[in-house]
């Protein structure tokens, strides 16, 4: 799934939220640990010895914006790991979707990058229960397609191939080169036409 993986734990995040367990507002406190070096993140670039307290609310914006991978792993640390995620993914019915496997662990090793899977139908699945506002409140489905709409990554893809004023709440997932080649290109995206339509 390459980043694609940080939109399925943006909506786990978000049902915590909506339970309860964790909050926007909350304060948030980076590690040393969380940082490593050659990775992509504005966000240890801003903090390189971390030991900071970060508002949960600009992890999600850095990560679905901007591919932060140190943003990304806080806050799988802050759901307690990947296997949480994937017990709640399990319960929507998404068990085309497997994820093992964080940012960091996946630097460490490039070969567990496929380790992290999801079939295309489970995530047309999921986006029909964002768009039909079955999945999280109504607020969060909000504030997750608002983020996503403002994402800057790869303009020219899916955006650069629609009308004009057409919405896109998309997120990327792409893979560096090795050899010319690469190991995945994706986007995962709710288009909104200008008719309205989805």
């Not at 490593?36 to 992890?59: C, E, G, H, I, W």
């Not at 996503?148 to 955006?159: E, K, L, Q, T």
């Not at 191939?161 to 057409?166: C, N, Q, S, W």
């Amino acid at each position: 799934m390459q980043s694609a993986f940080k939109f399925l734990l943006n909506v786990a995040v978000l049902h915590a939220v909506g339970q309860g367990k964790l909050s926007l507002e909350q304060s948030v406190h980076s590690l040393p640990s969380d940082t490593y070096k050659d990775t992509f993140s504005p966000l240890q670039d801003m903090y390189p010895a971390a030991n900071v307290d970060v508002p949960l609310r600009q992890l999600p914006e850095l990560w679905v914006g901007h591919p932060d991978n140190t943003a990304n792993d806080i806050l799988l640390r802050q759901m307690g790991g990947t296997a949480p995620v994937q017990q709640y993914l399990d319960s929507l019915g998404l068990q085309g979707i497997q994820i093992r496997d964080s940012e960091a662990s996946m630097h460490d090793d490039e070969r567990r990058q496929y380790r992290n899977t999801g079939e295309p139908a489970t995530f047309v699945k999921l986006l029909c229960m964002l768009a039909e506002n079955s999945l999280l409140t109504p607020g969060s489905t909000k504030y997750l397609l608002s983020i996503m709409s403002s994402s800057p990554s790869f303009p020219n893809r899916i955006c650069g191939l629609l009308p004009a004023g057409t919405i896109v709440a998309y997120k990327t997932g792409t893979a560096g080169y090795n050899n010319n080649m690469a190991a995945a290109t994706n986007d995962v995206a709710l288009i909104t036409l200008p008719t309205g339509g989805a």
